[in-house]
């Protein structure tokens, strides 16, 4: 069950687009933050859904570009996810289990790549605006390749603050994200994105 939160998310992605035809900005708030932000923090909460259950999450994040992050899931489980450029680490507290596995496999063209990598959105995807809902405009991202795993992805904005991101896979689950607090100047070093194997857990490799 908890595993679907890790997997949701990168199929999908802890790593989420609505502005109106005759306007233009959603684009260019996207294109502005990539170019911009070479770190990110802030909260997010997250809902899984499919045609048998709706599952929530929520809690913290932190990237620092190229290629780190660190999502903590503070609620309904206890979950810590590392990429550290080389490896995912996901640690289920609960279980006391840690999952390690080969990042560039985990990721490849998902969209957890356009908040990591700022090479991913022009090589990976075509963008139109996408419309707007609650404040938030919307890009709709294309992924070129017809293998990617997921139909669509949607990233919004409030101004240019990333607010939201919106993901259907090929299994028919959709995934939203919600982001708040978000920082694009935070103060992060490469030492929070090193994970050690807390001392009693397992550790399998995939």
Do not use: C
Request: glycine share 10%; aromatic share 10%.
């Amino acid at each position: 069950m908890k595993q679907t939160t890790y997997s949701k998310f990168f199929a999908a992605a802890v790593l989420g687009l609505a502005i109106g035809a005759a306007q233009a900005g959603g684009i260019d708030a996207l294109k502005k933050f990539n170019a911009d932000a070479d770190g990110l923090s802030g909260s997010f909460s997250q809902t899984v859904k499919n045609k048998k259950k709706t599952q929530t999450s929520g809690g913290t994040f932190q990237i620092m570009r190229p290629g780190l992050f660190r999502w903590e899931y503070s609620k309904p489980y206890k979950q810590t996810i590392v990429g550290d450029g080389q490896h995912i680490w996901l640690y289920d507290v609960d279980l006391k289990q840690v999952t390690k596995s080969d990042q560039s496999q985990a990721i490849g063209d998902s969209p957890a790549s356009i908040l990591s990598d700022k090479n991913a959105l022009d090589s990976s995807y075509s963008l139109k605006e996408d419309g707007s809902g609650d404040g938030i405009d919307y890009v709709l991202a294309t992924p070129k390749k017809n293998n990617a795993g997921y139909q669509f992805i949607r990233i919004g904005f409030k101004g240019e603050t990333l607010a939201a991101m919106e993901l259907k896979d090929g299994f028919g689950n959709q995934t939203s994200i919600k982001f708040s607090n978000v920082n694009t100047h935070p103060n992060l070093s490469r030492g929070n994105f090193k994970f050690v194997p807390p001392k009693g857990v397992d550790v399998l490799s995939q």
